[in-house]
C-alpha cells in the first residue's frame, strides 16, 4: 500500500482498521468531477498569481482532465485504499506528473477542499431534483385540468366534510410542491459561496485570488470568514430538511394514495405495472411503492437528524465528524430521486373512479353547511340556522334518510324559512360550482388556481 502522506511526521503504518475505518473513498468518490473541476481553478489561480510557475499550472490542468476524463470512460477506477477523492486525485495526479502533481496543493488543505466540493455537488442535484420536482407538478396540473367536474367528498378527521372536486385536491398537492422548488431554490442560492481558500482554518499566507476561483466555478461570492467556510454545513442541513419537508407531502399524497385503492374507498386503481401481488392472497393488488415512499419519509428525516446531531456538538473548525455528512445528504438525495422518479409514471397512469368519488360525496351530509347557508341568506343569523340543521340532520339519521330526500314539510316544521327552493341548494352540484370564493373548488376558480401556479412555474422550467 502507499505510504501515508503525512508519513514525515510518523514513524509507524497506521493500523488496516484505521485505514478502512477513516477512509471516505466508498461514498465520496461520486465527487471525482467537483473534486478536479475544483482543483483545475485552483491550479490555474496558483499560476495566475505566481504562486507556482505557470507551466506547472498548465500541466496540471492538463493532468487533472487527463484524470477526469479517464475516470469518465472507466479506463482508471478508484482506489479503494485510497483514504478520499481528495487524497486519490492528487496521487494519481502526482503518479503521472511526478513533481509537478506535488505542487498542487499549496495553499489549499483538504477542510477546504472537501467544503467547496460539497457545495459544488449539492448545488447540481438541486437542479436535477428541481428537475423533477417540476415535472411532477406538471403532471399533476394536468390531471387537475382533466377533472376539474371530478366531484369528491373534502375530509376533515377523515370524516366527509364537504365537496370539492379532485382537480382541487390535486392542486393542493401541485402548491406544495410549488414550495418545494422555492425551497431547493433558495437553498441552492444560500449554498452558492466559495470556501475554498479558507485553507486548513486560517486562510494562508500565499497571495491567493479567491475571487477568480469563485468566478472560475460559478459562486456567487467568496465566504468571508475561513474558520466558517471550512465549518459550515449549514447549506447540507438546509437542502435536506428541504428535502424533508418535500417528503412529507409525498408521503401524504401516497397515504391518500393507498387508502383510495382500498375497497372501502374504490377511488382510484394503480396499473398493474405500479402494483405488486401477494404470495398467498391471490385476489390483492397492493399500493407497494407508495407504502415505500411513505416509508423512505422516515429514512430522508433521520439523514436530517444525522445531519443536525453531527453538527450540534462539535467546536470550530474542522472536526472528522464532518465527513459523516456525506453518507446522510447522499442518502437523502438519491431516496428523494428514487421516489419522484416511480411516483410520476404511476401517478400517471393511475385510473380514476368518478362514479365513486361522486357517489361517496352524495352521502354523509356533506351538505349540511349548505342547508345552514341557505337559511342564512334567508336572513338567519348564522349559529341559528347551524343548530336547525342539525336538528334536521338528526332527523334524517333517524328517518335512515338524506337531506336530499327528506320531504319540505319537515323542513318546514322546523323552520319556515324553507321552502322548495332548498332542494336546488343543497344539490352537490349547487354546492361545488357555488364554492367560487378565491381558492376554493369550483371549477371556475381552480382554473384561475390553475393559470396562476402555471405562471409562477415557468421561472422553474
Ligand atoms: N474526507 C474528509 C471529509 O470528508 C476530507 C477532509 C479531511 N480533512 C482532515 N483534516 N482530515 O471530511
Not at 211 to 236: A, H, M, P, W
Not at 244 to 267: D, G, P, Q, V
Request: proline share 3%; charged share 25%.
Amino acid at each position: 500500500m502507499a505510504k501515508m502522506m503525512w508519513a514525515g511526521r510518523f514513524s509507524s503504518e497506521a493500523d488496516p482498521k484505521v485505514n478502512d475505518f477513516n477512509s471516505s473513498i466508498s461514498f465520496d468518490a461520486r465527487m471525482y468531477r467537483q473534486d478536479i473541476r475544483g482543483s483545475m481553478a485552483h491550479a490555474r489561480m496558483l499560476g495566475d498569481c505566481g504562486i507556482i510557475e505557470k507551466s506547472e499550472s498548465e500541466k496540471i490542468i492538463e493532468g487533472l482532465q487527463g484524470i477526469l476524463a479517464d475516470l469518465d470512460s472507466g479506463a482508471l477506477g478508484f482506489d479503494p485504499n485510497a483514504e478520499d477523492i481528495h487524497m486519490f486525485v492528487e496521487q494519481v495526479l502526482t503518479d503521472r506528473l511526478g513533481d509537478t502533481g506535488k505542487r498542487l496543493h499549496t495553499a489549499r488543505s483538504r477542510n477546504d477542499q472537501v467544503a467547496l466540493d460539497i457545495r459544488m455537488y449539492l448545488r447540481d442535484e438541486c437542479d436535477e431534483i428541481s428537475k423533477l420536482v417540476f415535472e411532477l407538478t406538471e403532471t399533476i396540473i394536468n390531471m387537475a385540468e382533466e377533472h376539474l367536474y371530478t366531484v369528491m367528498p373534502g375530509y376533515t378527521h377523515l370524516q366527509r366534510a364537504q365537496p370539492v372536486t379532485f382537480a382541487h385536491h390535486l392542486m393542493a398537492y401541485a402548491q406544495m410542491l410549488y414550495r418545494d422548488l422555492e425551497r431547493i431554490r433558495d437553498a441552492k442560492e444560500r449554498m452558492n459561496y466559495l470556501p475554498l481558500g479558507s485553507g486548513a482554518l486560517a486562510g494562508t499566507t500565499y497571495p491567493i485570488n479567491r475571487k477568480q476561483v469563485c468566478e472560475e466555478l460559478g459562486f456567487t461570492d467568496i465566504t468571508y470568514n475561513s474558520l466558517d467556510g471550512v465549518s459550515d454545513r449549514d447549506f447540507c442541513i438546509e437542502i435536506c430538511s428541504a428535502l424533508s419537508i418535500l417528503m412529507a407531502h409525498l408521503s401524504r399524497f401516497s397515504e391518500e394514495i393507498i387508502m383510495w385503492c382500498s375497497w372501502e374507498f374504490k377511488f382510484v386503481e394503480l396499473s398493474d405495472a405500479f402494483s405488486t401481488g401477494s404470495s398467498i392472497m391471490p385476489q390483492k393488488k397492493n399500493p407497494d411503492i407508495t407504502e415505500l415512499i411513505r416509508g423512505k419519509t422516515g429514512r430522508v428525516y433521520g439523514d436530517l437528524t444525522t445531519l443536525l446531531t453531527m453538527m450540534k456538538g462539535i467546536p470550530l473548525a474542522y472536526n472528522k465528524d464532518m465527513q459523516e455528512d456525506k453518507e446522510a445528504i447522499f442518502d437523502a438525495i438519491d431516496t428523494v430521486k428514487l421516489c419522484i422518479t416511480t411516483f410520476i409514471p404511476m401517478l400517471s397512469t393511475m385510473t380514476v373512479n368518478k362514479e365513486n368519488m361522486r357517489a361517496a360525496a352524495a352521502k354523509g351530509f356533506i351538505n349540511a353547511t349548505d342547508c345552514a347557508d341557505y337559511l342564512v341568506k334567508k336572513g338567519r343569523p348564522f349559529r341559528d340556522a347551524y343548530k336547525i340543521t342539525g336538528t334536521l340532520v338528526a332527523l334524517c339519521i333517524k328517518k335512515g334518510t338524506t337531506l336530499e330526500e327528506l320531504p319540505i314539510e319537515e323542513y318546514k316544521k322546523l323552520c319556515s324559512d324553507f321552502d322548495n327552493d332548498v332542494y336546488e341548494a343543497i344539490s352537490l352540484d349547487t354546492c361545488v360550482m357555488q364554492r367560487k370564493s378565491d381558492g376554493g373548488p369550483a371549477p371556475e376558480a381552480v382554473q384561475v388556481q390553475i393559470e396562476k401556479l402555471k405562471a409562477k412555474l415557468r421561472v422553474f422550467e
